[in-house]
């Protein structure tokens, strides 16, 4: 079982940057490959980046690719996801989520635990 808890979204303005974190429960964190998605209002969750389990492989979305890093300390039981050259269109709740089935994946259904989401919204 993991539990996940998302911070660092907000407001910025276009062009602005943000890190987000996600923060997880669990001794077993290391063996978990982690993403990142986002919903916006109106649309459905899309993905937008992930992870394997010792952060030695990273994959991205081509909407937020050279714009999106994510990353992972293990110690911590956290990953994150730093954003920058923020656009309107990346406005959306992010959330982080884990699974243990695949080394990386990208699919939304592969990932067994969610994290409740934030907000990040970017003003033109």
């Known amino acids: 079982q993991v539990q996940l808890e998302e911070s660092g979204g907000g407001l910025v303005q276009t062009g602005g940057s943000l890190r987000l974190s996600c923060a997880a429960s669990?001794?077993?964190?290391?063996?978990?490959?982690m993403g990142w998605f986002r919903q916006a209002p109106g649309k459905e969750r899309e993905f937008v980046a992930a992870i394997n389990w010792s952060g030695g492989s990273t994959t991205y979305a081509n909407s937020v690719k050279g714009r999106f890093t994510i990353s992972r300390d293990n110690a911590k039981n956290t990953v994150y996801l730093q954003m920058n050259s923020l656009q309107p269109e990346d406005t959306a709740v992010y959330y982080c989520?884990?699974?243990?089935?695949?080394?990386?994946?990208?699919?939304?259904?592969?990932?067994?635990?969610w994290g409740q989401g934030t907000q990040v919204t970017v003003s033109s």
């Open positions: 669990g001794r077993t964190f290391s063996s978990y490959g």
């Open positions: 989520a884990a699974q243990g089935h695949f080394t990386i994946a990208i699919m939304a259904s592969v990932y067994d635990y």
